[in-house]
């Protein structure tokens, strides 16, 4: 994974690489067909010279491929404009997902990993009420059992990471579960999002991908970009 002082250089580099591959492959076919063309023109000057007054050689054929050989030239050159674009837009990316480290994003799934020794959730909850708080670790285990009080809206859960015992829990991602009653005892759906901090960001693939915590994810999967 890169950290944000090494982007830059990475995402430029990457860049760099494909658009000279591509550059490469493009130069290749254009000399390619530009040999043909040359064979062609010979081929067409030497039939010219030699054709027979009484049975004159065809100039729509002539045309004709002329065209073709005209059509294969701007292919090469939309694909190379094509290739530069795709090339401009990695970039942008890559200088997006910077915007990212140090943020704290929201994703919708129940697991947050540990960080700084704490855990967190952003919870949205329709009416004022209490909920009933699970916390397990990877393995299922249960390691808190706790209780929220609950305002509507948005609001966080932290959970400081101490086990039953009193000892701290180990680094990973734990699941959190969330049973909520109203005011007057009525069942409401609270749903919790994981909260958590961008470590870093990694531009080497097609979609950038951000590190939270022990996670690697997408950097689709984000929902919202929470600042401090």
């Not at 073709?68 to 292919?75: D, K, R, S």
């Amino acid at each position: 994974m890169t950290s944000i002082t090494n982007l830059p250089s990475l995402a430029s580099s990457n860049t760099a690489s494909q658009t000279s591959t591509a550059s490469n492959s493009l130069t290749n076919s254009r000399s390619g067909i530009a040999n043909n063309f040359d064979q062609f023109l010979q081929l067409l000057t030497t039939q010219l010279k030699n054709q027979s007054p009484l049975d004159p050689l065809d100039t729509n054929q002539f045309t004709q491929q002329l065209v073709q050989f005209a059509g294969v030239e701007q292919q090469l050159r939309t694909n190379e404009t094509l290739s530069t674009l795709v090339s401009a837009n990695r970039v942008g990316n890559a200088t997006s997902a910077l915007g990212f480290v140090g943020a704290n994003v929201t994703v919708d799934r129940n697991g947050s990993p540990m960080q700084d020794g704490k855990v967190k959730w952003l919870m949205n909850a329709p009416r004022a009420g209490t909920a009933s708080i699970t916390i397990k670790d990877k393995d299922g285990k249960t390691v808190h059992v706790g209780s929220k009080t609950l305002t509507a809206g948005e609001q966080e859960f932290v959970w400081d990471g101490k086990l039953p015992n009193g000892s701290q829990a180990a680094a990973g991602e734990y699941k959190i579960s969330v049973s909520a009653l109203d005011t007057v005892n009525k069942v409401m759906d609270v749903k919790p999002f994981m909260l958590a901090r961008v470590d870093s960001v990694d531009v080497s693939g097609n979609i950038p991908r951000i590190k939270v915590g022990s996670l690697d994810l997408a950097l689709t999967d984000v929902k919202t970009i929470l600042r401090n």
